[in-house]
């Protein structure tokens, strides 16, 4: 399962900077490769990795990462050489999956700091954490921005199996935009916003499915066509 995680997580990050059908531009700083730093095991579904983020405008270069250095996972950043590395969080909770707002001036986390795994955010120097899901019960996992910043994608087990949910980046109008038997997660936006490719097991096998960014119209991604656009651009 790992491997095949990793895989599906290297096709996203393939589709978000312009690869396959849901690439339409491209993104203003490259991407970090993923599987960065080990999370630990937990009784809650979450990535075997955390994938480093790359801010866009005024803190472009620093890299923002969970890492269990101090003794439990907080989220760090560091300049993109690996110098000044330095904590963002301080808690006894498990704290993961940062994700840059495309402005750099804010993180989106995941934090299991009041009980359950729930979507946080935070100022880019760390300050003012506030918590944006209210999900008692169940577990969110994976925030990912959308390229104007006014919406944010996480997955929720809310439902019973894992969907993707999308609400506004303070927390409101929470909607589920996937509703499946098999379970669907670790969304990411297209360049302008239009669309989501998310990874699914609908349809037995975990593939890379893409839908409108109002949860219509998903299909499954064809990997050999992805692949052949990848090499011969």
């Known amino acids: 399962m790992f491997k095949l995680r990793?895989?599906?997580?290297?096709?996203?990050?393939l589709l978000s900077t312009g690869c396959g059908s849901v690439g339409t531009a491209a993104p203003t700083t490259p991407p970090i490769a993923p599987s960065?730093?080990?999370?630990?095991?937990?009784?809650?579904?979450?990535?075997?990795?955390?994938?480093?983020?790359?801010?866009?405008?005024?803190?472009?270069?620093?890299?923002?990462?969970?890492?269990?250095?101090?003794?439990?996972?907080?989220i760090w950043v560091m300049n993109a050489d690996g110098s000044d590395q330095h904590k963002l969080t301080d808690n006894s909770a498990v704290d993961s999956s940062p994700a840059w707002s495309p402005d750099g001036s804010q993180i989106a986390f995941i934090s299991n700091r009041d009980g359950n795994d729930e979507v946080y955010i935070m100022n880019a120097d760390g300050r003012d954490v506030r918590r944006l899901t209210q999900a008692a019960g169940s577990s969110e996992s994976f925030p990912a921005w959308s390229p104007d910043g006014m919406q944010i994608s996480f997955d929720s087990d809310r439902g019973g199996d894992w969907d993707i949910h999308v609400m506004g980046s303070d927390g409101a109008d929470p909607a589920r935009l996937t509703d499946s038997p098999g379970d669907d997660w670790i969304s990411s936006w297209s360049p302008d916003g239009s669309r989501i490719v998310f990874e699914s097991k609908r349809d037995g096998n975990y593939e890379i499915y893409a839908m409108d960014s109002d949860g219509s119209h998903p299909r499954r991604l064809d990997r050999e066509v992805i692949c052949k656009k990848f090499f011969e651009s």
């Open 6 to 13: 990793h895989i599906i997580q290297i096709f996203l990050l």
């Open 36 to 74: 960065m730093t080990l999370l630990p095991s937990t009784p809650t579904r979450v990535s075997p990795t955390s994938t480093p983020a790359l801010p866009m405008d005024n803190v472009v270069g620093l890299i923002a990462y969970a890492s269990d250095q101090d003794g439990d996972f907080e």
